[in-house]
């Protein structure tokens, strides 16, 4: 079990880009509480906003497995070996476009190819459409002869938690699991029991319990008797076997709980869990990649982490 505790005693000015779009984010739901999906998602698109555009990457749109996708490409890359991104949005919003220049960025320092998923999104595809999709991607890249060791998964905040769970769906199909998992705030519980819900509510600027008990009605229904399948809430899984595991966090952000409880599960089942926690720091932070030295920071531990494997 390994947790990174990076301390920080102030944050680079950088950093508030992405606290302030969050803040704007919410005085605008705020100000208009019936935003219908279609107004929600146009929001969320602004998600690319605080990430710098990566040099040297290019990108391509396609379909594998029957879903839409966008790759990033890095000059030089191995194209043998492929990161499957599952974007975040509570299951219902955010999209390649959001996602892509993050995408890139970890594509670049991982030194290879990223696949950003347009998986089907709820409510209008409940769960749990987006991980058949995640597996028809999966088991397209296995068929085109891409080695099982050599795909990683990886997403943020709901993404995370795609990242994880369709693993254990790959599991779930008799298919050989992927090389290791990299999860970024990865929103997990959806019985939102997690004590930083409460403890981290004066600092995280945007997410919050009623928010995401909306996501829940959309993505799993209200009935709540899908909130501890395992598929769904991953805190509830059987981890044995399971890849390694990269776990960040922002520690000013309310599911910060969900990625330790992630961690110390994994651990406990025997798996390579590491956490970083980044003091102060607002949810799913590498979003400032290319523009606050925590985001690059953050980012180039991973790709140590992935070429230590």
Same mark, same amino acid.
């Given at each position: 079990m390994k947790s990174i505790e990076n301390k920080t005693t102030t944050l680079s000015k950088e950093a508030d880009?992405?606290?302030a779009l969050y803040q704007g984010w919410g005085e605008r739901m705020t100000a208009n509480p019936n935003m219908t999906i279609e107004d929600l998602r146009s929001l969320f698109d602004e998600w690319e906003k605080p990430t710098l555009e990566p040099e040297d990457v290019t990108y391509k749109t396609d379909t594998v497995g029957g879903v839409d996708v966008l790759w990033a490409f890095p000059i030089g890359c191995d194209k043998s070996k492929v990161l499957i991104y599952t974007h975040g949005g509570g299951f219902a919003v955010g999209s390649?476009?959001?996602?892509r220049k993050l995408a890139g960025h970890m594509a670049k320092a991982l030194g290879v190819s990223t696949v950003v998923l347009d998986y089907?999104? !709820?409510?209008?595809?409940?769960?749990?459409?987006?991980?058949?999709?995640?597996?028809?991607?999966?088991?397209?890249?296995?068929?085109?002869?891409?080695k099982a060791k050599d795909i990683g998964t990886i997403?943020?905040?709901?993404?995370?938690?795609?990242?994880?769970?369709?693993?254990?769906?790959?599991?779930?199909?008799?298919?050989?699991?992927?090389?290791?998992?990299?999860?970024?705030?990865?929103?997990?519980?959806?019985?939102?029991?997690?004590?930083?819900l409460e403890t981290n509510a004066d600092t995280d600027v945007f997410i919050n319990a009623p928010l995401?008990?909306?996501?829940?009605?959309?993505?799993?229904?209200?009935?709540?008797?899908?909130?501890?399948?395992?598929?769904a809430n991953p805190l509830h899984a059987d981890f044995k076997d399971f890849p390694p595991l990269y776990i960040n966090a922002g520690g000013a952000e309310v599911l910060l709980d969900d990625a330790r409880r992630?961690?110390?599960?994994?651990?406990?089942?025997g798996v390579q !869990?590491?956490?970083?926690?980044?003091?102060?720091?607002?949810?799913v932070f590498p979003f400032l990649a290319g523009r606050a030295p925590e985001a690059d920071e953050e980012i180039r531990r991973i790709a140590d982490w992935y070429k230590a494997l």
């Amino acid at each position: 079990m390994k947790s990174i505790e990076n301390k920080t005693t102030t944050l680079s000015k950088e950093a508030d880009y992405l606290r302030a779009l969050y803040q704007g984010w919410g005085e605008r739901m705020t100000a208009n509480p019936n935003m219908t999906i279609e107004d929600l998602r146009s929001l969320f698109d602004e998600w690319e906003k605080p990430t710098l555009e990566p040099e040297d990457v290019t990108y391509k749109t396609d379909t594998v497995g029957g879903v839409d996708v966008l790759w990033a490409f890095p000059i030089g890359c191995d194209k043998s070996k492929v990161l499957i991104y599952t974007h975040g949005g509570g299951f219902a919003v955010g999209s390649s476009s959001s996602h892509r220049k993050l995408a890139g960025h970890m594509a670049k320092a991982l030194g290879v190819s990223t696949v950003v998923l347009d998986y089907r999104r !709820a409510p209008e595809n409940p769960f749990p459409a987006q991980l058949e999709d995640a597996a028809s991607v999966y088991q397209a890249l296995l068929a085109s002869g891409i080695k099982a060791k050599d795909i990683g998964t990886i997403g943020d905040s709901a993404g995370g938690n795609l990242a994880v769970a369709s693993v254990l769906k790959f599991r779930e199909l008799g298919l050989e699991l992927p090389g290791f998992v990299i999860a970024f705030s990865p929103w997990l519980d959806m019985e939102l029991t997690g004590s930083t819900l409460e403890t981290n509510a004066d600092t995280d600027v945007f997410i919050n319990a009623p928010l995401l008990q909306g996501m829940i009605n959309m993505f799993i229904g209200e009935d709540g008797s899908k909130v501890r399948n395992p598929l769904a809430n991953p805190l509830h899984a059987d981890f044995k076997d399971f890849p390694p595991l990269y776990i960040n966090a922002g520690g000013a952000e309310v599911l910060l709980d969900d990625a330790r409880r992630l961690q110390a599960r994994a651990t406990k089942a025997g798996v390579q !869990a590491t956490l970083s926690v980044v003091d102060g720091m607002q949810h799913v932070f590498p979003f400032l990649a290319g523009r606050a030295p925590e985001a690059d920071e953050e980012i180039r531990r991973i790709a140590d982490w992935y070429k230590a494997l």
